[in-house]
């Protein structure tokens, strides 16, 4: 792990209290660092139409491209059991750093850090990038 790893992971861990997940149950916690080391977190925020559930890993990636983010370099994922994101947040990831480092933190276990990388979570990724 880099040494910052341990802060996005803490950061990760207490945004995890904020989650709002009363039908699931299971509250995730993300934190991610951009490129010029800015730290953004997010939360799984569900809804009773559940379609319209965010998980934790767009809410903070949201965060950071509200903030003028383009570039992610590594995301903390926290979770019970150190959960891998579900496709819809690998692709949504993927815009913003397909080879970014991923690391899943069981949140029984914080010390235990699964470390992985979404090209190897999300092969063959779908990208276009529009010409600015």
């Known amino acids: 792990m880099d040494p910052g790893d341990q802060q996005l992971i803490d950061a990760a861990l207490q945004a995890?209290?904020?989650?709002?997940a009363p039908y699931s149950k299971f509250s995730v916690g993300a934190a991610l660092r951009t490129a010029n080391g800015e730290v953004f977190s997010g939360?799984?925020?569900?809804?009773?139409?559940?379609?319209l559930t965010i998980c934790a890993e767009r809410s903070a990636?949201?965060?950071?491209?509200?903030?003028?983010?383009?570039?992610?370099?590594?995301?903390?994922?926290?979770?019970k059991g150190g959960a891998s994101p579900c496709?819809?947040?690998?692709?949504?990831?993927?815009?913003?750093g397909g080879g970014m480092r991923?690391?899943?933190?069981?949140?029984?276990?914080?010390?235990a850090v699964r470390e992985t990388t979404?090209?190897?979570?999300?092969?063959?990724q779908f990208s276009f990038k529009p010409t600015e």
């Not at 995890?16 to 709002?20: D, I, R, V």
């Not at 939360?43 to 559940?50: G, P, Q």
């Not at 690391?103 to 914080?110: A, E, K, R, T």
């Open 102 to 111: 991923v690391l899943l933190v069981d949140s029984d276990q914080p010390n």
């Open 16 to 20: 995890q209290k904020n989650a709002y």
């Open 61 to 79: 990636a949201v965060a950071a491209v509200s903030a003028g983010a383009r570039q992610i370099e590594v995301v903390a994922i926290v979770s």
């Open 87 to 96: 496709g819809a947040c690998r692709q949504f990831l993927a815009e913003f």
């Open 118 to 124: 979404l090209d190897v979570l999300l092969p063959d």
């Open 43 to 51: 939360v799984n925020v569900e809804n009773a139409s559940y379609g």
